[in-house]
């Protein structure tokens, strides 16, 4: 009787532990994710409050609607339109070469390769991802360029070609990893419901998995936008310093990223338009990641398929 007292009373004081580490674990958890959202908040605070000083010394119409950036001159030029440019010229080369490589590593790893292949091929993709932008960028101006300038003699050094396919080739592994996670969650009794019916692997690819998984690789697709919106390293190195509207993708130019490298390597003294001008190329190239999340979702929420 009395070892049966003890025994219960042990069980007893289990309880009351298990019922307060129940209580204590979700406002730690709680915390975590308080310290998320205040890291959030800050920065935008900080991006919001430096651009509000900025367009304070600088027309807010002239930012967002003139095409000529030249804040080193004298009578400085405030047009963002120029970087804009710069940067979606990169990202769309780099998705015009990522997407069908990615999209299609995806469909060969989920519908045709065996395990033993798929387990060799996932790891070097992702060894692949882990590679530092750096060295992307090196790679870029010291292998890429000269390849393109042996092929087009009118290419110069400093261009959007060369970032644009280092880029897309930065993605690719997200693409496909994305992708191919939502190719594989599509049930087998989908797919071996279209080859009873008679179709062929490839037509059961294109016409039943991808419509199936068309929301994972959607979002796959613009989260790898939103990371080459994003990119620094290689834009800086291989895409060059020179603000450019044109559609010419030979010339050198300067995306957002690259612009906020070169100010914060010390060429602008703390408190000039220069200095501020930082915060409001930030705050646009915040909106892009913004706007690339957003419409992650949408895709995500508008072509879902539950099974």
């Not at 651009?51 to 804040?71: C, G, L």
């Not at 199936?212 to 620094?232: D, H, N, Q």
């Not at 390293?233 to 030979?250: C, E, F, H, R, Y």
Request: charged content about 15%; overall charge neutral; aromatic content about 12%.
């Amino acid at each position: 009787m009395s070892s049966y007292n003890i025994q219960d009373m042990i069980e007893k004081n289990n309880k009351i532990q298990k019922k307060k580490y129940e209580k204590i674990i979700p406002v730690i958890l709680f915390c975590i994710t308080t310290v998320s959202v205040l890291a959030t908040i800050g920065i935008l605070y900080t991006l919001l409050s430096q651009s509000f000083e900025f367009f304070q010394r600088v027309s807010f119409f002239e930012f967002i609607s003139t095409a000529n950036w030249n804040p080193y001159s004298a009578d400085a030029e405030w047009g963002v339109f120029a970087l804009i440019m710069g940067t979606l010229k990169i990202v769309g080369i780099a998705v015009i070469f990522a997407v069908p490589i990615g999209v299609g590593a995806a469909i060969y790893l989920s519908e045709y390769a065996s395990d033993r292949t798929r387990r060799v091929i996932k790891p070097i993709l992702e060894v692949l991802a882990g590679i530092p932008t750096v060295v992307y960028g090196f790679f870029a101006i010291n292998f890429i360029t000269p390849l393109l300038q042996g092929i087009w003699g009118e290419i110069n050094l400093y261009n959007a070609v060369s970032p644009g396919i280092v880029v897309g080739i930065m993605i690719i592994p997200m693409i496909t990893s994305l992708s191919e996670d939502a190719m594989s969650s599509v049930p087998n009794a989908t797919r071996e419901a279209s080859l009873g019916m008679g179709a062929t692997r490839l037509e059961t690819a294109f016409k039943v998995i991808l419509p199936a998984a068309l929301s994972g690789i959607m979002a796959s697709i613009v989260l790898g936008v939103s990371r080459a919106v994003g990119e620094t390293m290689i834009v800086s190195i291989a895409a060059g310093s020179t603000p450019n509207a044109s559609l010419d993708l030979t010339e050198s130019l300067q995306a957002m990223t690259a612009f906020i490298v070169q100010i914060t390597s010390g060429d602008a003294a703390y408190g000039t338009d220069l200095y501020f001008s930082l915060f409001a190329v930030g705050m646009t190239l915040f909106i892009f990641t913004l706007l690339m999340n957003v419409i992650s979702q949408w895709f995500t929420k508008k072509f879902k398929e539950d099974y």
